[in-house]
C-alpha cells in the first residue's frame, strides 16, 4: 500500500498544471484500486468479514428502536449470541435493548397463524394436518439484545482505517476552506459528540437551506481528523441532490477516494483508505475507476482551495 514517504508531489505554476495533475490522480486511483484488491484478499480483512457476517441484519423498524434506547450503538445482538458466537459476556447491570423479533412458525395455508392461534379462530381448513403446513411469519414477539459497548471478552477484529502524519496545519487550512467552498464546519469535542461511531456527518439545516454542515470528531490524531474533513468535503461537493439510499456505498466510494487523493497530495498516509473501501465495495473494486471524473474534479479542487 502506498506510504506518506512515497506520495509527496507538487504541481508547478504552469500551463502543463492541469494535465499534471490530472496524470497525477489517475495513477494514484490505480494505486488506490490495486489496494483495495490487496485488502479484500488480506486475511485480516477475511477475518473481519467473517464476523459482520454474524451479525444480523436489523430490520428499519427495529434500528429505529435500537437508536432511541442506545443512541451509541454500533453491533448489537442476544445475549447467547454474544456468548456462544464471539466468546462475549454482558456486563453484569447493563439494561437492555429491546426489539421486535419475528416469529416463524408452521402457519395455516387459509388463515396464515400458527397452529395454536388456527384452533381458537374460526377458520375451516383442515385439508392437511398442521404438521404438513409450511413455515411462515405469524407475528412478533419483544426480545432483548445489547451492544458491543455493554459486553466484555474475546475482541472484535477492527481494520485500521486511520489517517497518519503531520496534520498539524493542515486542519486548520481545511477549515479556513469551509466558507470557499460553501460548507459549515465544526469540529465537536468528543464528550459532546452525537453520532456514535461515525467519525464525522454531513448534513443540511433544513429541507430548504441546503448549505452543508459538516461535523467532525475531534481526536488527538490530526491527520485522521483532516482525512474525515475531506471526506465530509467531498460529500457536500458531489452529493448534496443525492436521496435515494441504495446510492449510498457509491457515495461512500467516491467521498473516501477524494480523501485518499487530497490526503495523498499533502503527504499524509492515507492507505487505510483501502480498508475502508473494501468494507463498501465488496469484490468490485473497479468501481473507484468507473467513478474517476467526478473523484477527480472533486480532490482537484479540494487540493487547489485547501492549497491557495
Not at 465544526?186 to 448534513?203: L, N
Request: with cysteine.
Amino acid at each position: 500500500m502506498a506510504t506518506a514517504s512515497d506520495s509527496s508531489v507538487s504541481f508547478e505554476e504552469t500551463d502543463a498544471r492541469h494535465d499534471e495533475m490530472h496524470s497525477t490522480i489517475e495513477d494514484w486511483i490505480d494505486d488506490l484500486v490495486a489496494d483495495v484488491e490487496d485488502a479484500q484478499s488480506s486475511s485480516e480483512f477475511q477475518e473481519w468479514l467473517d464476523v459482520q457476517s454474524r451479525f444480523h441484519d436489523y430490520s428499519h423498524r427495529n434500528t429505529l428502536l435500537i437508536n432511541l434506547q442506545c443512541p451509541d450503538a454500533t453491533k448489537v445482538a442476544g445475549y447467547n449470541t454474544w456468548r456462544n458466537e464471539f466468546d462475549r459476556h454482558v456486563q453484569e447491570g447493563e439494561q437492555a435493548i429491546w426489539i421486535w423479533a419475528p416469529i416463524i412458525t408452521k402457519q395455516c395455508p387459509k388463515c396464515e397463524n400458527s397452529p395454536s392461534y388456527h384452533e381458537q379462530s374460526d377458520c375451516e381448513y383442515d385439508e392437511t394436518s398442521p404438521d404438513e403446513w409450511s413455515k411462515g411469519l405469524v407475528g412478533f414477539k419483544p426480545t432483548a439484545v445489547f451492544d458491543v459497548s455493554q459486553t466484555e471478552g474475546e475482541p472484535l477484529p477492527e481494520l485500521e482505517t486511520e489517517a497518519t502524519g503531520d496534520a498539524d496545519d493542515l486542519v486548520p487550512a481545511l477549515e479556513d476552506a469551509a466558507a470557499e467552498i460553501d460548507v459549515t464546519v465544526r469540529i465537536v469535542d468528543a464528550v459532546d459528540w452525537e453520532h456514535g461511531d461515525a467519525k464525522g456527518v454531513c448534513k443540511y439545516r433544513s429541507k430548504r437551506d441546503l448549505q452543508p454542515v459538516v461535523e467532525a470528531k475531534a481526536r488527538t490524531n490530526q491527520a485522521d481528523l483532516a482525512v474525515t474533513l475531506i471526506h465530509e468535503y467531498a460529500h457536500a461537493l458531489l452529493h448534496a441532490d443525492v436521496t435515494d439510499e441504495t446510492e449510498r456505498a457509491k457515495r461512500e466510494v467516491e467521498a473516501e477516494a477524494v480523501a485518499y487523493i487530497v490526503g495523498r497530495y499533502f503527504e499524509l498516509d492515507t492507505s487505510g483508505s483501502a480498508f475502508y473501501l473494501a468494507a463498501w465495495q465488496d469484490d468490485d473494486a473497479d468501481a473507484v475507476q468507473e467513478r474517476l471524473g467526478r473523484i477527480g474534479s472533486t480532490a482537484k479542487e479540494l487540493i487547489e482551495t485547501v492549497d491557495g
